[in-house]
Every structure is written in C-alpha cells, then in structure tokens.
C-alpha cells in the first residue's frame, strides 16, 4: 500500500501506534501492510522535525520494545492499560 493513500483517520493511527512504547512494527505491518522503514518516513513526514528526532533516539535505544524479538516476554498488551484513548491526534475525554 502506497503511503499517499491513507487517509487521515488511518494516518493518525499509524502514528498513534508508531509513537506508543509497546506496540511492535510488526503490529503496524500487519495491521496496515507498512514495513518499519515506510513508518519511519510516515512519521518524519508528519512530525516536527525535533520530536521525528526524538522519536527515533527512542526507538533505536536499547531498551526499545518496538520489536517483538527485543522485547520483553512480560510484555504482552500493544498498548498500555493506562494510556488513554487518542482520536484526531487528541487525547478524548473519558
């Protein structure tokens, strides 16, 4: 899938999950059909340049969990059981 034909709700999505510490790039390729490299160019692409900056120092840390074979076996949830819901790149009120 090309990267241009997402639309707005599936891109926020993408970035919603690329941003969240535990969800793996093989929850996004499979969920999506997008490999680690083209979510790497969705976020610089929609991102300020110092937070894509900050971003990627955090995924390429070593205590990173975006891939399912760094990570931990305890970990088991793609999403934290504290976060809360994001829609339209804000945080909606429970």
Do not use: Y
Request: positive net charge.
């Amino acid at each position: 899938m090309d990267i241009k034909s997402f639309n707005s709700i599936e891109l926020d999505r993408i970035i919603e999950m690329a941003w969240e510490d535990r969800t793996p790039f093989e929850a996004i390729l499979f969920q999506f059909d997008l490999p680690e490299k083209d979510v790497i160019k969705v976020m610089r692409g929609n991102l300020k340049e110092s937070s894509f900056k900050r971003w990627r120092k955090r995924v390429n840390s070593g205590t990173s969990q975006k891939h399912l074979k760094k990570r931990s076996s305890e970990i088991s949830r793609f999403k934290c059981s504290r976060q809360r819901a994001i829609s339209g790149n804000r945080i909606s009120k429970r």
